[in-house]
């Protein structure tokens, strides 16, 4: 299984981590506020508390921070990151949802990337499933599935490795500038919820025949 460090504390680190220790994978929770990170890692049960600003214990690191700060951790942790798979889970939309706050052309993922230290690899996932239905993994029969891309064929098998060991489908959407079709199927999602007035559903891929 997998070593993974989670930076974050919010809903979406808590229910990766839970999720990834119940895959019998090694988990490090990182949080910037000491006593919250040990109280997190205490109540998910086996995860280990890391400490702000040292390098990553985790062979895969997890950004589940706000798009507005991700970058800005990435390059605070430099070369502590060389040699890591960074897994980008943001989505960079606008307050309004209608729109992305990334340059034109480029992705959240991309704008990551150029911050990471020579060596590191940047690979998108699991943006295009809400917390939530992740936690409660409701979609019936099938695995959830999720959308990844990078440009590092290595790493990204074993981001789905990882991904399988949360009982989820990985699915190979191509290299790294693909992750401006995830993020905007992300958008999408946000759309919907805002038109259904929920959140209760997740997008996958149906093989027929």
Not at 80 to 98: E, F, Q, S, Y
Request: hydrophobic content about 45%; cysteine-free; glycine content about 12%.
């Amino acid at each position: 299984m997998s070593s993974i460090s989670i930076v974050g504390l919010g809903n979406v680190a808590r229910t990766l981590a839970g999720r990834a220790l119940a895959g019998g994978n090694a988990v490090e929770i990182i949080g910037r506020d000491p006593g919250r990170t040990k109280d997190v890692a205490a109540a998910l049960g086996g995860a280990t508390a890391g400490t702000a600003g040292a390098a990553p214990t985790g062979d895969i690191v997890i950004l589940a921070v706000p798009y507005a700060s991700a970058a800005a951790v990435v390059r605070e942790y430099g070369d502590a990151l060389r040699g890591k798979i960074i897994i980008d889970v943001t989505n960079p939309v606008t307050p309004d949802l209608k729109g992305f706050v990334t340059p034109d052309g480029s992705s959240g993922a991309q704008e990551i990337a150029k911050a990471a230290p020579a060596g590191a690899h940047v690979v998108k996932a699991f943006n295009t499933v809400f917390s939530h239905v992740l936690a409660a993994d409701a979609a019936g029969t099938r695995p959830l599935d999720v959308f990844i891309a990078g440009d590092d064929a290595q790493a990204k098998e074993q981001v789905s490795a990882f991904v399988t060991s949360l009982g989820l489908r990985p699915l190979d959407t191509g290299d790294l500038p693909m992750a401006r079709a995830l993020e905007n199927v992300g958008l999408l999602e946000l759309g919907l919820m805002t038109q259904l007035k929920h959140a209760d559903f997740s997008l996958g891929i149906t093989i027929l025949g």
